[in-house]
């Protein structure tokens, strides 16, 4: 089994920045990929950001420019840096990782963006 932690979520102003981290640990073997998804209520899961383990990236159009994932192969860890967050950005952000193609997920941190 694997086991994600995330960590560094709250509440900021609008045009603040947060940075979230994501520690996974258990059975690790061959990480695919690690990532960010968020959900806001009423609304779909979404990737937020993705990168891979040879270290391609991918980002929501909705993010790019603002945040930057990164992923320490040998910590098992990922982190998310959010920079110039809007009101839109409010959801719950969820860590995930894929791993022999089974996704798992943490349990989701709240980040609140006031106007």
């Known amino acids: 089994q694997v086991q994600l932690v995330e960590s560094g979520g709250g509440l900021v102003q609008a045009g603040g920045s947060l940075r979230l981290s994501c520690a996974a640990s258990?059975?690790?073997?061959?990480?695919?990929?690690m990532g960010w998804y968020r959900q806001a209520p009423g609304k779909q899961r979404d990737l937020v950001a993705s990168?891979?383990?040879?270290?391609?990236?991918n980002y929501a159009d909705s993010v790019k420019g603002r945040f930057t994932i990164a992923r320490d192969n040998a910590k098992n860890t990922v982190s998310l840096q959010m920079n110039s967050l809007k009101p839109e950005d409010t959801a719950v952000y969820y860590c995930?990782?894929?791993?022999?193609?089974?996704?798992?997920w943490g349990q989701g941190t709240q980040v609140t963006v006031s106007s």
């Open positions: 995930h990782l894929l791993q022999w193609g089974l996704n798992y």
């Open positions: 258990g059975s690790i073997f061959s990480i695919r990929a």
């Open positions: 990168i891979t383990s040879g270290g391609g990236t």
